[in-house]
């Protein structure tokens, strides 16, 4: 059962889901530095994360802001699948940012859908 994982803490949330990408989306545009860097380094990565400069809304376009930015837009309406969609559009190495939120939209993506089909099946007389 693929949503077996998810049995005990429960399928992730919409907000979590949107907590999640917001939080992979920032880690892509303003890596941690590495354990050993410089002072100077840690301090100016840290500042980058206070303010982060991005496309919004839903821009045409492949290139990697863009896609974030409907794939952003969806997420905030809930609409994983397209969220899904664009996600995985982008270059290998931005996609990697993305797993762990990409896994657990899909967890989510179907338990609503094993849901509506209860309820199709509950409707039935």
Not at 15 to 43: M, T
Not at 91 to 120: G, I, N
């Amino acid at each position: 059962e693929p949503l077996e994982p998810y049995a005990e803490p429960g399928v992730p949330t919409p907000a979590l889901l949107q907590q999640e990408f917001e939080e992979a989306y920032i880690h892509l545009l303003a890596p941690e530095p590495a354990a050993d860097a410089p002072w100077y380094r840690k301090v100016t990565a840290g500042l980058s994360r206070l303010v982060v400069i991005r496309k919004t809304g839903t821009p045409a376009g492949q290139d990697m802001h863009a896609v974030l930015a409907r794939a952003e837009t969806d997420v905030s309406a809930n609409n994983l699948i397209q969220a899904l969609k664009e996600i995985s559009t982008l270059e290998p190495a931005a996609a990697e940012a993305f797993e762990k939120w990409r896994a657990h939209a899909a967890a989510r993506v179907e338990a609503d859908a094993a849901l509506a089909k209860l309820h199709t099946l509950a409707a039935m007389p």
